[in-house]
């Protein structure tokens, strides 16, 4: 399974560094194949606005049009803070 399809209820700040990397990843070496398979009904809130981000910081307009992505015009932000490094862990309020 894909790490942005996998149940985030139990993670850590190290767990979501590495989903960011990984989406970083897909998205700035355009692995069009994958991205193109998104399904946006089994990703989180904040593996959308993980995705959200990562597209908008580098401008990737052609992503923004494609069919699967269309959701990003509706990305809420997170009422939880999400930090992604080890001194701070990421709280879900649970």
Same mark, same amino acid.
């Given at each position: 399974?894909?790490?942005?399809?996998?149940?985030?209820?139990?993670?850590?700040?190290?767990?979501?560094?590495?989903?960011?990397?990984?989406?970083?990843?897909?998205?700035? !070496?355009?692995? &069009?194949?994958? #991205?193109?398979? /998104?399904?946006?009904? =089994?990703?989180?809130?904040?593996? $959308?606005?993980?995705?959200?981000?990562?597209?908008? !910081?580098?401008? &990737?307009?052609? #992503?923004?049009? /494609?069919?699967?992505? =269309?959701?990003?015009?509706?990305? $809420?932000?997170?009422?939880?803070?999400?930090?992604?490094?080890?001194?701070?862990?990421?709280?879900?309020?649970?």
């Amino acid at each position: 399974m894909k790490p942005y399809y996998e149940d985030q209820s139990n993670w850590n700040s190290y767990d979501y560094y590495a989903l960011h990397r990984y989406l970083h990843r897909m998205f700035t !070496y355009k692995r &069009m194949e994958e #991205i193109k398979s /998104l399904d946006c009904n =089994k990703l989180s809130e904040i593996t $959308k606005v993980m995705i959200y981000c990562i597209i908008n !910081y580098y401008g &990737m307009s052609d #992503i923004i049009k /494609l069919k699967n992505m =269309k959701w990003l015009f509706d990305v $809420k932000p997170l009422n939880i803070p999400l930090i992604l490094d080890e001194e701070n862990p990421v709280s879900t309020g649970k």
